[in-house]
């Protein structure tokens, strides 16, 4: 009797009998283990057959049927009725499926569909043994079976076998195990929950396949099984209300009329859905200052995380760009292997709703063969054992992708004020002797001079590119790579990998600037605020605060996982070039943040679902359940200024 040394149980698979030697050996060793406690099994198609057989049924002699019988005859007469009593006896008692792990696990010969998973009847019983066909047989004489996993959309994974595959691949969390070592190919083993695949090499081809499956030639690297399915994704599995399981929020509801939205957004403009394993969340602000001629100020984004218990965070420059995602690979085959893109390059950059960043391939390629070169030469790849990596970033200058909304709303306001207040200013200046006039022409001149400091403002983050090193890009989390979502660190981390990363090529990539602080200390709390003003007067947006772990529960959940603090200039591109007046201040003040809250929060967690879901090999659909949810999120009625 075998057992494993660690306590591990083994589940066979099925068709323990027919074809090959020693058929009667093989099922004792399981008929051992599984009265022992070291194993479980459940039937196959052959297995059931022989036992018919042996029950005097009338069956015919095929496909190593009479191999099994010519093994019970061999033996001598005392012991052959025992034997076939007790074959009968094992096989006969074994149930349809397992179902294990809470549910997280299914084992059955040919595959279980996930209404059947659990349940016991013929029907159940009869798809467990034989699958699905589609009642045609194929040019070899055998039934064409239907493929019951690319329809899958169960929760467990299901292990099965029944028809022999020339490499076990996963589709839609299922696996086909049986690689035909009867045949010549493999015996393969899958170790749950680690999925890892272990095969040893068949010594002999012990029975000739009806039908071949192995390849006679070694071919080329292709798509996987996953892979092929996922070039069309199903409408169904995004339309409608949807509530998404996520690790973080419980479940994120999605309403219909969002889901619609995200729909046009994703149909129409979206990169290859290969590519989009992650969209970032948004940023809420701080709370609203109290500060004379401020908005927000450091001191509230403090108290904020302070009264949540998180003690340390870190203030990180927000850099005034376009937030953009960054996926390189080693190589093209890398991207072909892990993503499933054939022929679209070794990487892509796309923008926060998921459409390519740049329009110029040439500019793109460029842009990714630097950022891959920092990369090997950071020694990132080997350091992290990874083809690949997922940067969350800004791309700067922000005119290098806003320039429609720089032409037809920023530039077009300044144009404007600048051309009506000046006249105003003139006339009022020429009048200033009348009564009155001298205190309205003061006035204008104010309002002139915030239409100047508002085209100011946006104009320090505009400047042209026409080659790749007009283009700053700023990462600040180095979020995912093979087998890894980096949110098990703390953001000091993602900094020192982006410093290593920016060292290597300090004319295209930029550090973060950052600043840890304890929000208990009054003296971290004024160095940050005197960090902040430096930022802002030299023309910076601001800061962004973070807990310094990467999620941090508060009070009552998630806490936020970022806040925001913006500059009084900053601001005028935000809320107008006269926001700053006192009586248009006192009125945003009165702004809520409730709303924004909760959507930074949901798709914080939708985001990370869903590189988590990519990370761990789930099919395509599943990931993009979570993207298209961020998408759907953002049709929110939630004040796009905050």
């Known amino acids: 009797m075998y057992a494993h040394p660690a306590g591990r149980k083994s589940v066979f698979v099925g068709d323990l009998a027919d074809r090959g030697p020693r058929i009667l050996d093989s099922l004792r060793i399981a008929r051992n283990m599984v009265e022992h406690g070291s194993a479980l099994a459940v039937p196959g198609n052959h297995d059931m057959k022989l036992v018919r057989a042996l029950r005097g049924r009338d069956v015919q002699i095929t496909h190593g049927l009479d191999r099994s019988l010519a093994e019970l005859d061999a033996l001598p007469d005392e012991r052959k009725q025992p034997a076939r009593d007790e074959v009968v006896r094992f096989l006969d008692g074994l149930v349809s499926h397992y179902v294990f792990d809470d549910g997280n696990l299914v084992v059955a010969h040919a595959g279980m569909k996930e209404e059947m998973q659990g349940r016991g009847s013929g029907k159940v019983r009869d798809f467990a043994l034989y699958g699905e066909t589609t009642g045609e047989t194929d040019e070899f004489g055998l ?14 994974i299901v292990v099965y076998g029944h028809t022999p595959v020339p490499e076990p691949e996963w589709l839609n ?97 979206a990169v290859n859905p290969k590519w989009l394993v992650y969209l970032p969340p948004a940023v809420s602000p701080s709370e609203t200052s109290q500060e004379p001629g401020l908005l927000e100020h450091p001191a509230e984004a403090f108290a904020h995380y302070r009264h949540e218990g998180v003690a340390d965070v870190i203030c990180e420059e927000k850099h005034m760009g376009s937030r953009a995602i960054v996926i390189v690979c080693r190589d093209e085959d ?126 320090r983050y505009c400047w042209p590119v026409d080659q790749v090193t007009d ?5 600040f989390h180095l979020l995912a790579s093979e087998k890894a979502v980096h949110i098990d660190k703390p953001h000091s981390w993602h900094m020192e990998q982006i410093a290593r990363l920016a060292a290597e090529d300090d004319e295209l990539l930029r550090a973060t600037a950052n600043l840890a602080i304890d929000t208990t200390d009054p003296d971290d709390e004024q160095r940050a605020t005197s960090w902040w003003q430096e930022l802002t007067d030299a023309g910076g947006e601001g800061m962004v605060v973070k807990p310094m772990d990467f999620v941090v529960r508060g009070r009552r959940g998630l806490a936020q996982p970022a806040l925001k603090v913006r500059g009084r200039e900053y601001l005028r591109i935000i809320y107008g070039p006269e926001y700053a007046e006192p009586q248009n201040l006192e009125r945003l003040r ?18 990370v679902e869903a590189l988590e879901r990519f990370v761990r090999g789930e099919p395509l659909r599943r990931v993009h359940e979570c993207c298209f949810g961020v998408l759907a999120l953002e049709s929110e009625p939630v004040d796009p200024r905050l």
């Open 143 to 156: 039934p064409v079976r239907w493929n019951w996993a690319a329809e899958y959309r169960g929760h467990a």
């Open 590 to 607: 009165r702004r809520s943040l409730g709303a924004k809250r909760s959507l930074a929060s949901r798709e914080f967690a939708l985001g």
């Open 173 to 269: 969390r299922t696996i086909n195990i049986d690689t035909g070592c009867v045949f010549g190919g493999r015996l393969t083993a899958l170790r749950y929950p680690e999925k890892e695949l272990l095969s040893v090499p068949s010594r002999a081809v012990y029975s000739e396949p009806a039908k071949p499956f192995l390849p006679e030639e070694e071919l080329p690297e292709r798509l996987t099984a996953q892979q092929r399915e996922d070039e069309l994704l199903d409408i169904e599995d995004v339309l409608g209300k949807r509530l998404i399981s996520t690790r973080f929020a419980r479940s994120v509801t999605i309403r219909e009329e969002n889901a619609i939205a995200a729909l046009e957004v994703i149909g129409r403009f």
């Open 334 to 459: 890398v991207a072909r292997r892990r993503f499933g893109v054939i022929d679209e390059g070794f990487g892509i950059c796309y923008t926060r709703t998921g459409r390519r960043f740049f329009d110029d391939p040439q500019l793109e390629q460029a842009f990714l063969e630097r950022v891959r070169a920092a990369t090997y030469t950071a020694g990132l790849f080997d350091e992290l054992a990874t083809d690949w990596l997922l940067l969350d970033c800004e791309l700067m200058p922000w005119s290098a992708k806003a320039q429609q909304l720089l032409r037809e709303q920023y530039a077009a306001v300044g144009a404007a004020g600048r051309a009506a207040l000046a006249e105003s200013v003139t006339a009022l200046a020429q009048a200033s002797a009348r009564d009155g006039a001298a205190e309205l022409a003061t006035t204008f001149r104010a309002r002139l001079d915030d239409v100047a400091r508002y085209t100011d403002a946006y104009r």
């Open 471 to 475: 283009l700053k890009l700023a990462p």
